[in-house]
Nanobody, 123 residues
Framework: QLQLVESGGGLVQPGGSLRLSCAAS????????IGWFRQVPGKEREAVSC????????LYADSVKGRFTISRDNTKNTVYLQMNSLKPEDTAVYYC????????????????WGQGTQVTVSS
């Protein structure tokens, strides 16, 4: 059974950092594309970042470019989202997601989702 479990969320002050982890089980990360999304209640889900398993290329939303970094460690079957210079507007539930197709995790609706982890940026 394919499963994704996020961790690393929490409360942080503006300007601070957090690293989110997405641990995969039931499948090999090498075979799938992974993306990070976030959602605030009452707002549309936003694609934050994605990484292509074939060549390691990455994409970022304009709102996080230069502050967030996505990476993967295939030996640990885990994808990370390093978030620096956090702003109050980054507050959301963050989800990782997996799909066989890179377009799905970068722009569309991936097939597999984690349960989400809350990130709150507040002083």
């Amino acid at each position: 059974q394919l499963q994704l479990v996020e961790s690393g969320g929490g409360l942080v002050q503006p300007g601070g950092s957090l690293r989110l982890s997405c641990a995969a089980s039931g499948f090999t990360l090498d075979d799938y594309q992974i993306g990070w999304f976030r959602q605030v209640p009452g707002k549309e889900r936003e694609a934050v970042s994605c990484i292509d398993s074939s060549d390691g290329s990455t994409l970022y939303a304009d709102s996080v470019k230069g502050r967030f970094t996505i990476s993967r460690d295939n030996t640990k079957n885990t994808v990370y989202l390093q978030m620096n210079s956090l702003k109050p507007e980054d507050t959301a539930v963050y989800y990782c997601a997996a799909d066989l197709w890179v377009a799905s995790v970068c722009y569309g609706s991936p097939d597999y989702w984690g349960q989400g982890t809350q990130v709150t940026v507040s002083s």
